[in-house]
C-alpha cells in the first residue's frame, strides 16, 4: 500500500515536472501565457507592494531623519554666523560714527585760532549735583587748570583738576558752574548758570527790556579770561517774565553734547 502511494506521488510529480516544461516551451515559442503573466502580476503587485512597505518605509524614516538633523545643523550654523556678520556689522558703524565724530572735531579743530589737544572721555560723573568728566589727557600733554573744553558741536566746560596723564572737567550743566555769554543777535551780554542738567543752562535776571528772543544763539563773551570768546554756548528756549520784579528769566539748551560726546578738545589759549 505504502509502495502504491510512493509510486503515486513519484508519477505526479513527474507529471507536474513535465507540465512546467511544456508550459515554458510553449510560453517562450508561441508568448500564449503572456496575457496570464500580466493579470497574474496585476493581482499580486498591491502584494508586492505592502511585503516591501516596511523594508521602504525605514529607508524613508532614515532619510527624514537625516535630512531633519542635517537641516538642523546647517539652520544652527546660520544663525551663528548671522550673528557674527551682525556683531560685525554693528562693529563698523560703531567705527563709521566714531570716524565721522572724530572728522568734525578735526574740522572744528582747523577752524580755531588758538592750540587745542585732542583728548578722549576716560569716565563720567553726572547727577543734579555735580556734572564732572575725566579725559584722558593731563599735564604731560600740557593741559591746565583753566583750559577751556568743547567737543565738535559746543563749549563743554573748563579744567578743574589736573593729573599727569588725566584731567577732570567740569561741564557748563554743573549747578556750581557759570559761564559768561553773548547774545548773538543783539550783544546782550550774560552769565549762564548750570542746572544740573545737560539739557538746561538758566540766564538770571536780565532786564525786562533786553532785546531777546526764542532760539537766539549764546556763545561765550571772552569776559573773565576763562573761555576764549564767540565760542558757541547755547540756544534759548524759552523766557519767562517776572512782572512784579520787572526781571526776565532764559532757559538755554547747550550746543555741546554734554551727555554723549566721546572726544573733545582742549584749549590752549596763545599767549
Not at 576716560?122 to 593731563?138: A, C, F, M, T, W
Not at 544763539?217 to 528756549?237: D, H, K
Not at 520784579?245 to 550746543?255: D, M, Q
Request: charge should be neutral; aromatic fraction near 6%.
Amino acid at each position: 500500500m505504502k509502495l502504491f502511494q510512493a509510486r503515486g506521488a513519484t508519477l505526479q510529480a513527474l507529471f507536474l515536472v513535465v507540465l512546467c516544461i511544456v508550459t515554458m516551451v510553449v510560453d517562450h515559442r508561441f508568448h500564449h501565457l503572456e496575457i496570464v503573466r500580466s493579470n497574474i502580476s496585476l493581482v499580486i503587485s498591491p502584494l508586492r507592494y505592502l511585503v516591501s512597505l516596511p523594508a521602504t518605509g525605514g529607508h524613508w524614516l532614515g532619510d527624514w531623519f537625516t535630512s531633519h538633523s542635517e537641516l538642523l545643523e546647517e539652520n544652527e550654523t546660520f544663525k551663528a554666523e548671522s550673528r557674527i556678520l551682525s556683531a560685525r556689522l554693528q562693529k563698523l558703524e560703531i567705527l563709521a560714527e566714531e570716524n565721522a565724530r572724530l572728522r568734525n572735531l578735526l574740522g572744528s579743530s582747523r577752524k580755531i585760532a588758538d592750540d587745542v589737544i585732542v583728548a578722549e572721555l576716560l569716565s563720567v560723573d553726572q547727577n543734579p549735583y555735580r556734572q564732572l568728566i575725566e579725559i584722558n589727557k593731563g599735564s604731560s600733554a600740557g593741559v591746565e587748570i583753566g583750559h577751556a573744553v568743547i567737543d565738535d558741536f559746543g563749549v563743554m566746560g573748563q579744567v578743574i583738576h589736573v593729573n599727569p596723564q588725566s584731567a577732570t572737567i567740569i561741564l557748563i550743566s554743573d549747578p556750581e558752574h557759570a559761564i559768561p555769554v553773548q547774545f548773538v543777535r543783539s550783544g546782550t551780554r550774560s552769565v549762564a548758570f548750570g542746572r544740573g542738567s545737560t539739557r538746561q543752562l538758566e540766564l538770571r535776571y536780565l532786564p525786562a527790556t533786553a532785546d531777546i528772543m526764542v532760539d537766539d544763539e549764546l556763545v561765550t563773551s571772552g569776559l573773565g579770561g576763562r573761555f576764549p570768546p564767540n565760542y558757541p554756548v547755547a540756544r534759548v528756549t524759552s523766557i519767562s517774565e517776572d512782572r512784579i520784579r520787572g526781571f526776565v528769566s532764559v532757559i538755554a539748551e547747550p550746543k555741546a553734547r554734554l551727555d554723549s560726546s566721546r572726544e573733545v578738545l582742549v584749549i590752549k589759549p596763545r599767549l
